[in-house]
């Protein structure tokens, strides 16, 4: 059979294991990456000083390739380079990767895809069979426009440039801002800069990232357990029970979890969010040095926005306090979009209220393309290569999947249950913290055991470890013979044990 050729567009997290599973499963890959190396946010380009993951690395990492031992706990912006540089190492991506090239144009040619790649000046056309867009969520950095910006004597930065540890030296700096690249700036600059103030509409819960300074807060967030306390958009008779009759246990646990994170964190003043958890999950975030500083009164907190800037270095904000910066930060999140696709495939997928994707990978009516990445979430390395396995299976003709209308209705629903549940972050590219849920869904799909692990203590209550997707191309396979599965002692298994034990117990 003729090989067939994949463009992968991006070569961050999501670029590099959808090439290594593409590769994996005999496609021919090219991944092209506009930036002068691989790595798309971690990249050295896009890190401002003392970036650290918000996952904790074991919890982070591809399913079967971890971190160094010697590797920090919540690995730092260099130590996330060094491991995907690694990555492309190990699995032999590095010769698929054209780094300095930029994808200008996707456009349909009859069943076959033509991409148009920019690189040093001169431009080529190239044909592809798939093509899979891994531009990632961060990539275009959002600054709003605010009246007499023109007129700052100082200087205006985004958080994704702010890569100089000078750009900070001795000045005056406010931040814009309450999320977690917010936070971090305006720690660094506390500590570099002469003064610096942080202003902000809204402030957001931020998790210590270790309990009492000892428990890792891995063991909390990311189990199957937690993920029980979320409502996501399809829930089994137990969930909708919990979240039924079962709903006022479940604030009594949430506001518990609240007072416990507010104290934990030392949260206090203008800092404290408006509403209890889990409203604003979607923007939780991982570390609070910054709430230190502010105790100190080395950060000032500023609960307004910049209503505009006045000449000089003057910044007047809604409440008519005015401020003197030497240096702004824009830690305002970014936009999303794929300029590079043909307009008639544009208007298909990004639409006004969103990005039209069944699964958040693939759009319907569009065969031979897909998106990985755009199921961002609280462990995106997860959620992505978990994706890349079912687009594969999806480009070899091994999955089914519903009609194009039916698949139109799904991505429908789940757009009502992301604008009630996530609000800030509905536009069809972010899963959060229902990773267990997606991932589930995923599995099915592909005829797999959602399932992980051979107990159900374990199942529930441990983390999610990616290790234990680390067998998901050969189970791929294993799934076309239609092989049994592997055991799992449910909690009716358990309990059945339990019973013939007593019985045997009680006869003798």
Known sequence: MQQRHVCVIGAGISGLVTAKVLAGDGFDVVVFEKAPTLGGVWAACRTYPGLRTNNPRDTYAFSDHPFPPDVADFPSAAEMRAYLQSYAERFGLLPRIRVG??????????DRWKVTVRAAGSEEILDFDFVVVCNGVFSTPRIPAVE??????????????????????????????????ALDCAAW?????RSCTLVFRQAYWMWPRYLGGVVNVQWLMFSRLTARA?????????????????????????????????????????LVPDAPLPRHLESIGIGTEAYALVRSGRIRPRKSSI?????????????G???????????????QAVPFLEESIRRQIEREDGFHLYRFVLPPGVPRLGFIGYNSSTACQLTSEVAAHWL???????????????????????????????????????????????????????????????????????????TRYRTLAEERRRARNRRAGRFYLSAARAAGVVLIVALWWMLH
């Open 101 to 110: 090239t930029e994808v200008a144009k996707v456009a349909q040619d009859g």
């Open 148 to 181: 007499g910006m023109e007129r700052f004597t100082g200087r205006i930065v985004h958080s994704a440039s702010l890569t100089d540890p000078e750009l900070v030296k001795d000045l005056r700096v406010l931040v814009v801002g309450g999320g977690k690249s």
């Open 189 to 193: 600059a506390a500590a570099e800069g």
């Open 230 to 270: 979320l409502r996501y958009h399809r829930l089994s008779r137990a969930d909708a029970w919990l979240h039924g009759a079962g709903a006022p246990l479940l604030r009594l646990v949430w506001a518990g979890v609240t007072r416990l994170l507010r104290a934990q964190a030392g949260i206090s003043g203008p």
């Open 307 to 319: 209503r505009r800037f006045r000449g000089g270095t003057a910044i007047e904000l809604d409440d």
């Open 321 to 335: 306090e005015v401020l003197d910066a030497d240096v702004v930060i824009f830690a305002t999140g970014f936009t």
């Open 392 to 466: 594969s299976d999806r480009f070899l003709g091994r999955l089914r999947v519903p009609s194009v209308e039916d698949m139109n209705r799904e991505i429908e629903r789940v757009r009502r249950w992301t604008a009630e549940v996530m609000p800030a972050r509905s536009r069809g590219f972010f899963v959060g913290p229902w990773v267990v849920p997606h991932l589930d869904e995923l599995m099915r799909d592909m005829g797999l055991p959602a399932v992980r692990s051979s107990n159900f203590i374990a199942e529930n209550l441990l983390p999610v470890w990616p």
